[in-house]
């Protein structure tokens, strides 16, 4: 299908949300995509742009002329086709209940508006979190009062560092801005901060500066509840189906293992105990999402790879539910919160699998499950030095710390300016799951399951140039009582 009637406003839209401006030129050569193709190719021209701020049709050809290039070896292509596909219609999602999800809901069009609103509801929504924890005056009347001590909350604007060693962190809320001058352990503290994240600050005020006796952020409660279910659930992600790094052998010994063929006897007993399978984003390996990617790729038609998909899924015993969600390398926008896949390719599984949005919150028989594909943990491990991609929970602790999934705006994840923020975390989940890093770990924070589920995909030439060592096939089973890790390469 060719995209004949678009509007251009969504191309521009698009860019914009990258920090980019696009040139009439490009918005037309753009409108003979098909729709399945935008996303990615916007994608890799804004990665391509070199500091360019206004993107031409000269920046996009390029890439245009390589898709055609891989898409001429499609008829070469022979992809099995699923035995038992099922319309997504007819879905039958059992005790599973979709809590939140951007699916159908979108209605940002990247105006100045939708900006505000989306700022409006970030800092309204934390705020209401953090006045559990601090009783707050508006920064415009920090000069007026007499108190000794005096307590804000506010949106962090700017973090610095003083020549005399101290932090000075810019803080705005609706009434005014205020410098917080933070020093000591607390300096530490404040150098972590990330800009557009919402803190309470209480301090003396000295002069125009607050200087800071405790920075508090919004965080989880201290609960620690743990609660055995009576069933597992195994937590995967990033299969990247139609990438030839794809490691099909080790993901045929987990089908293998799913459906009680090896093992031994508690091996097969943990297995007929999975009564789901969440899978948090990267279901396919895409098109145009990063430099040189045709050249690593076994399937180079999008549609294609998620029939393949749907394949190997419909591989997994029909009594699992499968609850499926996308990443930033699946064919849907690339600005999250990303919505679930479209009909087109959805239609393509089977009646077990449920398709959600990233960031989605589903209710699994009473387990609060919060979904995200994890693409600010790039943001995190770039802006704080202690993260690292070897650890990846160190990371997942930092969003529930701060209780949003992409604390930061405008850096490596792209953030649609929606009326309201549904990145914040309203509601403690039981588990956290994530990917994108192609790292395993699991933790516990304040009573959250932590889980960053790996991959099925062996180290890329893109990952090698970048340093990123993945430790794909590994598989987290946990059933509110105990995790098992299950190595399948």
């Known amino acids: 299908m060719v995209i004949k009637d678009i509007d251009s406003k969504l191309i521009i839209t698009k860019f914009a949300m990258y920090g980019y401006n696009v040139h009439p030129s490009a918005v037309e050569v753009l409108k003979s995509l098909a729709p399945s193709k935008l996303d990615g190719v916007i994608a890799e021209v804004c990665r391509l742009a070199n500091g360019s701020f206004i993107i031409t049709a000269e920046d996009i050809l390029p890439i245009l002329d390589a898709i055609k290039s891989c898409e001429k070896k ?3 292509q022979k ?6 596909l099922q319309p997504v219609s007819e879905l039958d999602s059992g005790r599973v209940n979709i809590v939140k999800d951007i699916t159908g809901n979108s209605c940002c069009e990247g105006s100045v508006e939708d900006f505000v609103a989306y700022f409006n509801s970030r800092y309204e929504k934390l705020s209401r979190l953090l006045r559990n924890r601090v009783n707050p005056i508006p920064i415009s009347s920090v000069g007026k009062v007499r108190a000794e001590k005096v307590e804000v909350i506010g949106m962090v604007n700017d973090v610095r560092e003083t020549a005399s060693g101290n932090a000075i962190v810019e803080l705005e ?9 933070a020093s000591g352990k607390l300096k530490e503290v404040a150098m972590e901060l990330l800009g557009d994240e919402v803190i309470g600050v209480s301090g003396i005020l000295k002069g125009r500066n607050l200087i800071a006796d405790r920075i508090v952020f919004p965080d989880v409660p201290m609960n620690g509840v743990k609660r055995n ?3 597992g659930v195994a937590f995967t992600s990033d299969t990247h189906f139609g990438s030839d790094a794809f490691i099909e052998d080790a993901w045929n010994r987990f089908v293998s293992w799913l459906n009680c ?3 031994d006897e508690r091996s097969q007993n943990l297995a007929e105990s999975v009564k789901y399978v969440v899978i948090a984003g990267d279901i396919v390996d895409g098109i145009g999402i990063y430099p040189g990617q045709e050249k690593e790729l076994a399937i ?7 029939e393949e998909a749907a394949y190997q899924l419909d591989k997994l015993p029909k009594r699992v539910k499968i609850i499926l969600s996308p990443g930033n390398h699946d064919a849907v926008r690339q600005a999250e919160p990303q919505p679930c896949l479209l009909k087109e390719h959805a239609s393509l599984f089977s009646n077990n699998v449920i398709h959600v949005g990233n960031p989605a919150l589903v209710d699994v028989e009473g387990v609060k499950i919060l979904i995200y594909h994890g693409r600010s943990l790039d943001d995190l491990v770039t802006k704080i030095p202690r993260l690292s ?3 990846p929970t160190k990371a997942m602790e930092e969003l529930l710390k701060r209780r949003h999934l992409a604390p930061s705006y405008g850096n490596r994840s792209p953030i649609a300016p929606e009326k ?15 990917g994108h890093i192609h790292t395993y770990g699991t933790s516990f924070y304040r009573g959250v399951f932590l889980v960053n589920s790996s991959c099925w995909q062996s180290q890329t030439e893109f990952q090698r140039k970048m340093n990123l060592n993945p430790t794909p096939g590994i598989v987290s089973v946990y059933n509110g009582n105990s995790v098992s890790k299950l190595k399948f390469c």
């Open 389 to 391: 991609y070897e650890e």
């Open 261 to 263: 063929e090896i093992g």
């Open 300 to 306: 180079v038609d999008i549609y294609q790879q998620y």
């Open 420 to 434: 309201e923020d549904y990145l914040v975390i309203d509601e403690v989940p039981d588990v956290l799951h994530s």
């Open 74 to 76: 499609v008829e070469s």
């Open 173 to 181: 809320d609706k009434t005014g801005f205020i410098n917080v001058i």
């Open 79 to 84: 992809v099995k086709s699923s035995p038992s």
């Open 229 to 231: 279910w009576g069933f």
